[in-house]
């Protein structure tokens, strides 16, 4: 008889694996790098290996860091100025603007705008960031990421624009540890809004990063999808073996920007390209993790500066790129204040109001998620706990009727289809690397 998931709170990394809980975003590595190790599944992402058993105080930090099991805002540490309004359903917020990279390279590079590459680089430029820690493309298989961190303008612009694919970022956050602890330059980071809260909760397993993390940026996420999602996209794209794939662009050159893959076919150079719907809405997004679905921070709530896309207007065709740029510190209102006074980010301000117009499905995502959330519980299924993070008000008021039935009704079935009532496995999988002239 296969084993069952209990209907409790995970007591270990593994169990939060095994709970379809873990979101990927390698902050467990990073505070127990001896008792966590990152490897990619192919079919769920960046997964984690736990090394040593759940009684050891290494495991216990791991846990205590991971996002994927809990996530909460501390009442305390929101700014006294932060809106009111937006502030159950979004977060802290502070200011909105409107703009984009003041250097044309890296709008028109940038998935939206290249403001939060524009914003970084400059504080590197400035003196005040020794570097940027971020996703690329891997560099000997290009249909997976890796952490990398940027120093100058060259690195920042080859690694702008969306990975809609598996990312760990968080375990690459040592560099900035170390540089907290010995009083070395700071370090920018970016990631997806799990990424940036898992550093916030890293920082009480690891006080150096408050020090060692000059600025953090979160970008709007609406879910990551696994690694088959990019594979089922380069076959659609008519690449026969995903080692023919010598790079692959989800968007940007352009906004939205096209997903471009560049390899080889019958021998010969090839190159396909898919639209922002076609990649994304017809393919990518059937593979988001469960985790996504579960998620109710897709804003980047835990960051200095959040970034994403104006979605509350059409995008004209050819137009160049724009971001929405939420300012939710005061750490992050110096920090955009900076890059604007010298330049780096052409910015105008706008309502506050035009974030939950360019998102408006993020409003009625979050009170699904609450019934998402009560099902899974209801059926004894381990769930992410949230505090301070309300949603029962907007599944209550945004959700029609029959949207709060499916909420209950389609996770259900969902749960079913999936099997979601036995542990999900972790295999490392062995990368598709790129195809040589030996191979």
């Not at 590459?117 to 298989?141: F, K, N, P, Q």
């Amino acid at each position: 008889m296969s084993r069952r998931l209990p209907a409790r709170a995970p007591r270990d990394i593994t169990e939060v694996a095994e709970g379809r809980l873990c979101s990927g975003c390698g902050t467990c590595a990073f505070v127990s790098p001896d008792a966590v190790r990152m490897v990619d599944d192919l079919a769920a992402g960046r997964r984690p290996l736990q090394l040593l058993p759940a009684s050891s105080s290494s495991t216990r930090a791991a846990l205590r860091a991971c996002p994927g099991a809990a996530l909460a805002h501390d009442p305390q540490a929101v700014p006294a100025n932060a809106d009111p309004g937006l502030l159950p359903g979004w977060g802290p917020v502070l200011e909105i603007w409107e703009g984009y990279a003041g250097d044309p390279e890296l709008r028109y590079a940038g998935s939206s705008g290249g403001a939060a590459s524009a914003l970084a680089l400059h504080l590197v430029e400035s003196g005040g960031a020794a570097g940027v820690i971020h996703t690329a493309a891997r560099a000997d298989a290009p249909l997976l990421n890796e952490t990398v961190i940027s120093t100058s303008r060259d690195e920042v612009l080859a690694r702008a624009g969306s990975r809609y694919a598996p990312a760990s970022p968080c375990d690459g956050l040592a560099a900035a540890d170390r540089a907290g602890t010995s009083g070395a330059a700071p370090y920018v980071f970016i990631g997806k809004p799990c990424d940036v809260a898992g550093a916030a909760k890293a920082a009480t397993e690891r006080p150096g990063l408050r020090e060692g993390v000059a600025l953090t940026i979160g970008v709007f996420c609406a879910g990551t999808p696994s690694t088959a999602g990019t594979l089922e996209l380069v076959q659609r794209m008519g690449f026969a073996q995903p080692q023919d794939v010598e790079s692959i662009r989800y968007r940007g050159n352009g906004w939205p920007g096209e997903a471009v893959a560049v390899g080889t076919r019958d021998g010969e150079k090839y190159e396909a390209s898919f639209s922002y719907a076609d990649s994304w809405g017809a393919v990518l997004q059937r593979h988001r993790q469960w985790r996504c679905h579960v998620c109710l921070d897709h804003t980047g709530e835990f960051a200095d500066v959040s970034v994403g896309d104006p979605w509350y207007r059409e995008v004209e065709p050819g137009e160049p790129g724009r971001s929405l740029v939420v300012v939710r510190t005061e750490r992050g209102r110096r920090a955009v204040a900076a890059a604007r006074a010298s330049g780096a980010l052409v910015l105008e301000r706008v309502a506050n109001d035009v974030l939950p117009r360019s998102q408006p499905n993020l409003v009625r995502t979050r009170g699904a998620v609450w019934g998402r959330i009560a099902t899974m519980r209801l059926l004894g299924l381990p769930a992410p706990r949230y505090r301070h993070m309300p949603a029962f008000r907007s599944w209550l008021r945004d959700l029609t009727p029959r949207d709060k039935a499916r909420s209950f009704v389609g996770t259900a079935r969902r749960i079913r289809a999936r099997g979601m009532r036995r542990p999900a496995t972790v295999s490392e999988s062995a990368p598709p690397r790129q195809r040589t002239d030996a191979s």
